[in-house]
């Protein structure tokens, strides 16, 4: 069973891309902010203010002297309220700093744009301006352009596929960032020292093509990459094959291959800081969903509700039965919608009743459906099978750990297996020496 195929799988989905002409509107800031100190992968920020103290917009208000880890802003001034747990949608219980916004928005006076001579400077730069991995991952982005190999790293891959549906924040990054996206490669390859920047972009989205290579011009260092519209392009193994052909194999990282992968709105925001220096204290996100009354592509301040996120795009218009934080495919359903805004959320969705109806599973009927749909080759229907009898030598045979939870195998299952689901129990069994089922 090779990683790859010639030609990678994946599946073609309806795309709702309800909000592609949706200009990015600014949300304001709402009475109370809730600053989450887990924004990232890595150490939890340690609050650098406490209840009393008077914040403004850009400082920063947590941080640690982990590596992995990225520091975090106010996106209000007003005061510190209350230092609180709160509940994180994995079930951790994480810090939050509560803000009573005073609706000035005084800019924090430590706020300058940063001075960078050289890749030291700029990884220290990036660390600074709080900026983690914009696509979903949440990776802190500094520690992810310092591999230990970056000498042999020459190529970055800008992610531009957005392939998950309903989700145009991306695209209207493209469109309304197009300077600050193509400064920004050149700034990650300047200061990297690399020799091309590639930027992957589904074939659905002509109108990002264009305004991307018209700002490149005749710059031969950068060069679109035009991708079939199908899920899930924007994987990030999938996009580094599909770009420059190259497999990752499982265990390696793609510096490991000789590229970096950064999302679009991440190097459009790394070009604004370095213009303006003003950290992560907002985010572009799309709202959308049945149950929304008005969809819309927003800049939404880091730790407003989700609830005021709603209520500025008209409050619901129907019970909403499921609202996921991200996209339908790889996104993570929430309990309630008083959750607060974090760094790498792209979308909010609300969906009524009628569009979240529950099929019925049925019995396998070896169809392999999900085999053939599933980009990395594996094959679902013999993990599932792993995991019930608890064989974890065999899910480490069947390569579990490297399923990239892109839900593809779920969507296509005629009996309605939540197959993806299953694979992300199989991986824990698999990391924890099959100790939980
Ligand atoms: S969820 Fe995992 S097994 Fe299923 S299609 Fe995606 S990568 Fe393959
Ligand atoms: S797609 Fe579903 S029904 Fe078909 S082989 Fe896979 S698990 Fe069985």
Redesign the pocket.
Known sequence: MGLFKKQLHGIHVDYCKNTMECKTEIMPVPGRIYISMVQHIGAPCIPLVAPGDLVKVGQPIGDTDAYVSAPIHSSASGKVVAIEDIMSLLGTKDKMVVIETDGLQTMWEGLSPPKAETREDFLKAVRASGIVGLGGAAFPTHVKYNPKNIEEVKILIINGAECEPYITSDYRTMLESTKHVINGARLIMKYLDLEKTYIGIESNKPKAIAAIKEEIGDDSSIEVITLKSQYPQGAERVLIYEVTGRPLPPGKLPADIGVLVSNVSTVSFISRYFKTGMPVMRKRITVDGNAVTTPKNLYAPIGALISDVIAFCGGYKKVPRKIIMGGPMMGRAIYDDKKPLIKNNNAILAFDELQTLEQPETACIRCGR?VA????D?M?TYIAKAYEVEDVEELKKLKVTI???????TYVCPAKKQ??LI?RLAKKMVIEGGAAK
Do not use: W
């Open positions: 999900c749909s599933c980009p990395l594996l679902p399923c990239m939870e892109c839900g593809c195998c197959l993806a694979n």
